[in-house]
Structures are given as structure tokens and as C-alpha cells.
């Protein structure tokens, strides 16, 4: 019988799994947020629970030469949404064109790990919506993204149907 909340070891870390009555399965929860729907986890069913190690593990980018590397195989474009950095937005009526961000393919807090090889491009947008959720494939943080990115304020030129910037920034 599994406990509706205990340790699992993934890697080298340790972290908490409970059961999600809403999602039906099992959730791994980070910062007392459940992973697989963003709910809150509930602390008065198991007292005494760490919420997560502490660790000095400094999180970093990676090294220029395999920045590079990663903008050259992805052809300078992000890995979620594909499009190119530079692609300009609209956020709060300003415009704003999207920059890179070297983000952890596996969220750095379940690997606490900064290999060169675990880095992929990703553009602000699809790095701040994804932040550190888990997902199985790119298709999916795709989705996730495209169902967000309008919520939380980012509207591309094409989103309106025109390309006419004044009508979009009012």
C-alpha cells in the first residue's frame, strides 16, 4: 500500500510524492505546491514532512562554447514555441521582442544539476510560463505554453489577425 505522502528519490534528490485527489495519481510536490496541477499540498494531513532538502548546489548557465552549440542546432529559434529570438510581442501595451534563456530541459530543482548537456534555448515567454514544471515531451510544453501565454499578458502580431501594431497595443 503506498502512503498518500512519502520521500521519493529521484537522481540524488529527495523529494516529497503524495497522491492528488484531483489529478488521481501521484504528484511530486515542490515549494508545497503539487507538480502536476499547481494546487497548493495539503500540511495538516502529515506533520513533521520537510518540504524539500536544502542543498548549496549554485545553479548556472552553460559554458559559452555550448551555448553556441545549442543556438546553432536549434537554429536560433526557441525549443518550445519555435520561434526565432528577436520575435517581437506585446506585453502591458509596450512592445518587446523575446530573448534567450538557457533553460534546464529537466527542471534544475529535481536534478540540482548544471551539465552542459542538460541546457536547452528557450525563449523568455516559454521559460517563465514553463518554469519549473515537468513535462514528457516538447509537444507538451508547446501546449502548455499556447494555453498560458495569452492569461499572463503576451500577444504576438499574429494573435489580432493583422499586422497593424496600433490596433493591438490599445
Given amino acids: 500500500m503506498i502512503r498518500n505522502r512519502h520521500w521519493a528519490l529521484y537522481g540524488g534528490v529527495r523529494l516529497i510524492r503524495m497522491y492528488c485527489e484531483k489529478c488521481k495519481g501521484m504528484t511530486i510536490v515542490i515549494d ?21 532538502l536544502s542543498t548549496n548546489t549554485a545553479r548556472r548557465k552553460p559554458s559559452k562554447r555550448r551555448q553556441r552549440k545549442i543556438l546553432e542546432f536549434q537554429e536560433s529559434k526557441c525549443i518550445y514555441c519555435g520561434k526565432p529570438f528577436g520575435t517581437m510581442y506585446i506585453r502591458k501595451g509596450k512592445i518587446l521582442y523575446t ?15 548544471c551539465e552542459d548537456i542538460e541546457f536547452v534555448a528557450a525563449c ?47
Fill in 99 to 113: 530573448r534567450v534563456h538557457f533553460d534546464h530541459l529537466i527542471p534544475f530543482s529535481y536534478t540540482l544539476s
Fill in 32 to 52: 508545497n505546491e503539487k507538480q502536476c496541477c499547481g494546487e497548493k499540498a495539503d500540511n495538516k494531513k502529515d506533520k513533521g514532512f520537510e518540504v524539500m
Fill in 124 to 170: 523568455n515567454i516559454c521559460n517563465n510560463i514553463k518554469s519549473n514544471k515537468m513535462f514528457e515531451t516538447i509537444k507538451e510544453v508547446f501546449y502548455y505554453v499556447e494555453h498560458n501565454r495569452k492569461k499572463k499578458g503576451y500577444c504576438y502580431p499574429e494573435d489580432s489577425g493583422s499586422n497593424n501594431l496600433s490596433t493591438m497595443s490599445t
